[in-house]
């Protein structure tokens, strides 16, 4: 006896849920269509996972990060350019000093002319020529042949030179007129006055004037003396110069005596017309007899002045 079961539930009935989630699901390619689940479960675990990019972008710039952080902080090294503790230029290396600019002129120089060209060092020194402005250097002047007076202004003063420009000749001139140094030596003071004007005493280390030849007056008004004195200034140079400024003086004394100075016998009296520096000076004089007498006294560019000792007084 067969019994036949209905599979169709009655009319009515409505089937409990299971509380147990259904497995979802898992589409499987087209090439699996036809294969097994186990199949496929197999397949998708042998299938090959993405790169994951991003993280790995992410780690390379940490690590470059870190690198850069610890070559700026390692020991003993010196920090470049832009990096705290970098040394800085000094301004000659990065803004060195401009050389005077060359004159370029190639030009044919005109029939009874000669051409003079003229640098200074620096550039832009106004310039006259034979007492008459020509404009600032560099330049090129085609001129009239024979001896031309240059003469360059500068903030310390004039600067003269001569030169000789030939027909159908190019002369050259190049002169620093940056400024130097005079040193006037002398064992009293002295006013120094450079070209007329004064710049300072004998008391100062040295005064500073342009470059060229320079007529000195030295002079002090107290002992009547005045003097005066060339010299040349090189640029960027001392020049030294020494004076010893002397008036003459008339030595006697009664009966006689040795007379000494600063340690250094001049002669026995009488002595006319001695020369001795000026200033206040101790004349010694010594007799075997008497013994010594001091006399100071100054002595004055002016005065041939009498200087006397009388022993029996």
Do not use: C
């Not at 989630?21 to 097994?36: D, K």
């Not at 700026?72 to 803004?95: F, K």
């Not at 051409?115 to 002047?141: A, C, M």
């Not at 206040?280 to 007498?293: A, D, I, P, T």
Request: a neutral charge; hydrophobic letters at 40%.
């Amino acid at each position: 006896m067969q019994l036949k079961v209905k599979a169709e539930p009655p009319s009515g009935f409505t089937p409990r849920r299971s509380p147990v989630a259904e497995p979802p699901v898992v589409h499987m390619p087209e090439r699996f269509g036809t294969l097994g689940l186990g199949r496929s479960d197999e397949t998708a675990a042998d299938a090959p996972r993405a790169f994951p990019w991003k993280l790995a972008a992410v780690a390379v710039g940490v690590a470059i990060i870190a690198a850069v952080v610890g070559r700026t902080y390692l020991p003993g090294r010196t920090a470049v350019s832009g990096e705290p503790g970098a040394p800085v230029e000094s301004a000659l290396a990065t803004n060195p000093t401009p050389a005077s600019p060359a004159v370029e002129d190639d030009s044919p120089i005109p029939a009874g002319r000669g051409r003079l060209v003229v640098v200074t060092q620096p550039p832009g020194i106004k310039v006259l020529l034979d007492r008459k402005p020509v404009g600032e250097t560099p330049l090129s002047l085609d001129v009239t042949p024979g001896r031309r007076m240059l003469t360059f202004l500068t903030n310390g003063g004039e600067v003269i030179r001569s030169v000789r420009v030939g027909a159908g000749k190019t002369e050259s001139v190049d002169i620093p007129v940056f400024s130097g140094w005079v040193a006037v030596f002398a064992p009293i003071v002295l006013s120094v006055a450079a070209d007329g004007k004064n710049i300072g005493t004998t008391e100062d280390s040295r005064l500073m004037l342009p470059p060229g030849k320079h007529q000195l007056t030295l002079s002090n008004r107290e002992l009547g003396y005045t003097s005066t004195q060339e010299v040349e200034i090189e640029p960027g140079e001392i020049r030294s110069v020494n004076v010893d400024p002397r008036g003459t003086v008339n030595l006697n004394a009664v009966p006689w005596a040795e007379v000494w100075l600063d340690g250094q016998k001049l002669g026995d009296t009488p002595l006319a017309a001695t020369p001795v520096s000026l200033g206040l000076r101790e004349f010694v004089f010594k007799n075997s007899q008497f013994g010594e007498r001091k006399v100071t006294t100054t002595i004055k560019a002016s005065d041939n002045a009498p200087v006397a000792v009388d022993f029996t007084k």
